[in-house]
T-cell receptor, first 113, second 114 residues
Framework: GQQLNQSPQSMFIQEGEDVSMNCTSSSIFNTWLWYKQEPGEGPVLLIALYKAGELTSNGRLTAQFGITRKDSFLNISASIPSDVGIYFCAGPSVTDTGNQFYFGTGTSLTVIP | DSGVTQTPKHLITATGQRVTLRCSPRSGDLSVYWYQQSLDQGLQFLIQYYNGEERAKGNILERFSAQQFPDLHSELNLSSLELGDSALYFC?????????????FGPGTRLTVT
């Protein structure tokens, strides 16, 4: 089945540093969504992207929809301790068995004060 | 707070038993999605309902079933439970008819099968 691969798998950074992570797919996606999940909580939607090449910001977060439509990128500027969590990319895909919704493997972010 | 509610928050049961998880979507959302999150599998899409009808199906076992009621709340039924069914189960909702819409997640139900 479809798989969304995220890299890096984990990151340990100093407070104030910028963070970059990406998500790649073996097939084309028409929508990319980025979520953050904290321990014991449900994923929280951060940014939604709907058009190839689109660059969208939400505060210190910026995400881009890759031109090939097979990847997406998330950047966090000037990280703070509350950025800690697991970041997931996600998106819908039409398969021969119908619509599916896929989540990436996740990038775990640790911010060291 | 996403506006999506799930009950119960925790559930402990024995193998072979049956449980029902409940989800109430955000006000105005017609689509409900169910996901399973286990340590080694990540977030797996199970099934989607839109306005009472099944819209999409993911990796849902035959022992699992779901439905969406006229008031739009949804229930996920898990039967003949196995140890491997222990996981977090999330419900999400969206206003979109398809699966491309922005989904808002509930706090989850942690199921432990002993």
């Amino acid at each position: 089945g479809q798989q969304l691969n995220q890299s890096p798998q984990s990151m340990f950074i100093q407070e104030g540093e910028d963070v970059s992570m990406n998500c790649t797919s073996s097939s084309i996606f028409n929508t990319w969504l980025w979520y953050k999940q904290e321990p014991g909580e449900g994923p929280v939607l951060l940014i939604a992207l709907y058009k190839a090449g689109e660059l969208t910001s939400n505060g210190r977060l910026t995400a881009q929809f890759g031109i090939t439509r097979k990847d997406s990128f998330l950047n966090i500027s000037a990280s703070i301790p509350s950025d800690v969590g697991i970041y997931f990319c996600a998106g819908p895909s039409v398969t021969d068995t119908g619509n599916q919704f896929y989540f990436g493997t996740g990038t775990s972010l640790t911010v060291i004060p | 707070d996403s506006g999506v509610t799930q009950t119960p928050k925790h559930l402990i049961t024995a193998t072979g038993q049956r449980v029902t998880l409940r989800c109430s979507p955000r006000s105005g959302d017609l689509s409900v999605y169910w996901y399973q999150q286990s340590l080694d599998q990540g977030l797996q899409f199970l099934i989607q309902y839109y306005n009472g009808e099944e819209r999409a199906k993911g990796n849902i076992l035959e022992r699992f079933s779901a439905q969406q009621f006229p008031d739009l709340h949804s229930e996920l039924n898990l039967s003949s439970l196995e140890l491997g069914d222990s996981a977090l189960y999330f419900c999400a909702s969206s206003v979109e008819t398809g699966t491309g819409g922005e989904q808002y997640f509930g706090p989850g139900t942690r199921l432990t099968v002993t």
